[in-house]
C-alpha cells in the first residue's frame, strides 16, 4: 500500500476549511485511489475547533482518510508535507489600509514560507486562497528560496468556474459544452474574465454570444464582483463554491487537463504576455505530469490588452507594496 499524502490546510476552523476538509477526506482532492493525511493548522484560539473537525472527520469514516492531526505551528504542519492549502489569512477589517492588509497578512505568509522551505516534501505543491491571495503567494514564494518557484500558485478557479457558469446560462447550455475560457491578471475585483478565445460545443463563444455590451458590461463585472454578490444575498462570504474550486485546483494541478481545454490559475509569471517576471498572476494554463504550464501563443487583441494590463498593474503595485514593507 502507498503512503498516505500529506495534506496541509491552513484556516482549518474557518469557514472554507470546514467546506472542504470533508471534500479532501472524501478522496476529491487527488483521486479516491489515493490515501490522505490531513494536517490542520490554526492560530491557537482556533485550534480547539479545528479539534471538533478533527471529530467530526472521524465520524465520517472515510476510506480515503489516513489520519488528522492537528497544530498550532506552522514548522510542525509542513513537516513533511505533499500538497499544502493555505487558506487562512487575515481578512481586512473595517478602517484597514492595504498596506495594514499586506503588512499582516505578510506576518502569516512569511512564516510558513519558511516552514515550507525548511520541512515539505520534496514534491510540494502549494495552493494560496487566503486574500490578497496571489500576493500572499508570493511572500511564501518569496521565503520559501529552496523549493522551486513553480509550486506555489494562487486560486483563480472560482472566478473560472463562475465566468463558466454565467458563460453557461447565458448560452442555454451545460458548462462542459465550454472550454478555453480564461482569468487574467489579480484574484480582485480588476480580474479580466476573458473569453476570447473561449468556445461553445467548438464555436466561437463570442459569436454565439455575439453581444459584446452584455460581455464587457455585465459578464465581465458579475464575475469580478460576484465575491460581493455572494456578501450580499448570503450575509457571508463564498465558502463551499472557494472550497470546491480549491479542490478543482488541486486535483487539475495533480491529474491535468483536458485535451484541447484549459483551465485558470495565478501561477509565476516567466514573462508570457508581458506579465513582468516573477509576479504570481492568473493565465490560461494546462497541467500535465503534475505541472501547469501558460498557454503559449494567444492572440491578443486590445480590449484584452488593456484588461489585462490593468489588473497587473494591480499586482506591481502589490509587490512595490510588500518589498517596501521589507516583506519580500
Ligand atoms: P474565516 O475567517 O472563516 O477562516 C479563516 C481561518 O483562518 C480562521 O479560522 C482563522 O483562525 C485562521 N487563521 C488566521 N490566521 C492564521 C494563521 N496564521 N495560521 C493558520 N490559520 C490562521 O475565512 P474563510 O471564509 O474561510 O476565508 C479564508 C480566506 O479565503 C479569506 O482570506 C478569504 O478572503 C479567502 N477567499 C479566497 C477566495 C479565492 O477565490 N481566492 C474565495 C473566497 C475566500
Request: hydrophobic share 35%; glycine share 16%; no cysteine.
Given at each position: 500500500m502507498a503512503e498516505p499524502i500529506n495534506v496541509t490546510v491552513t484556516g482549518a476552523a474557518g469557514q472554507i476549511g470546514y467546506a472542504l476538509l470533508f471534500r479532501i477526506a472524501s478522496g476529491q482532492l487527488l483521486g479516491a485511489d489515493k490515501k490522505v493525511k490531513l494536517r490542520l493548522l490554526e492560530i491557537p484560539a482556533a485550534t480547539r475547533a479545528a479539534e471538533g473537525t478533527a471529530l467530526e472527520l472521524e465520524d465520517g469514516a472515510f476510506p480515503a482518510l489516513a489520519g488528522v492531526d492537528v497544530f498550532d505551528n506552522p514548522k510542525q504542519a509542513f513537516e513533511g508535507t505533499n500538497v499544502a492549502l493555505l487558506v487562512g489569512a487575515r481578512p481586512r477589517t473595517k478602517g484597514m489600509e492595504r498596506g495594514d492588509l499586506l503588512e499582516a497578512n505578510g506576518g502569516i505568509f512569511k512564516p510558513q514560507g519558511e516552514a515550507i522551505n525548511a520541512?515539505?516534501?520534496?514534491d510540494i505543491k502549494v495552493l494560496v486562497v487566503g486574500n490578497p491571495a496571489n500576493t500572499n503567494a508570493l511572500i511564501a514564494q518569496q521565503h520559501a528560496?529552496?523549493?522551486?518557484?513553480?509550486r506555489f500558485t494562487a486560486m483563480t478557479r472560482l472566478d473560472h468556474n463562475r465566468a463558466l457558469a454565467q458563460l453557461a446560462g447565458k448560452l442555454g447550455?451545460?458548462?462542459?459544452?465550454?472550454?478555453?475560457v480564461t482569468i487574467w491578471g489579480n484574484h480582485s475585483a480588476t480580474q479580466y474574465p476573458d473569453v476570447s478565445h473561449a468556445t461553445v460545443n467548438g464555436s466561437s463563444v463570442r459569436d454565439a454570444i455575439n453581444d459584446q455590451a452584455w460581455l464587457a458590461d455585465e459578464f465581465i463585472p458579475r464575475v469580478a464582483k460576484r465575491g460581493a454578490e455572494i456578501i450580499e444575498v448570503r450575509?457571508?462570504?463564498?465558502a463551499a463554491s472557494a472550497a470546491s474550486a480549491a479542490i478543482d485546483h488541486v486535483y487539475t494541478w495533480v491529474n491535468g487537463t483536458a485535451e484541447g481545454d484549459w483551465t485558470s490559475a495565478a501561477v509565476v509569471s516567466d514573462?508570457?504576455?508581458?506579465?513582468?517576471?516573477?509576479l504570481i498572476s492568473s493565465f490560461p494554463v494546462t497541467a500535465k505530469d503534475g505541472r501547469f504550464e501558460i498557454v503559449q501563443g494567444l492572440e491578443i487583441d486590445e480590449f484584452s490588452r488593456t484588461r489585462i494590463d490593468a489588473s497587473v498593474a494591480e499586482l506591481v503595485e502589490e509587490r512595490e507594496a510588500v518589498r517596501k514593507l521589507g516583506l519580500i
Open positions: 520541512g515539505a516534501a520534496s528560496p529552496d523549493v522551486p518557484a513553480d447550455v451545460s458548462v462542459e459544452a465550454l472550454k478555453k450575509g457571508a462570504s463564498s514573462g508570457s504576455y508581458g506579465v513582468p517576471e516573477g
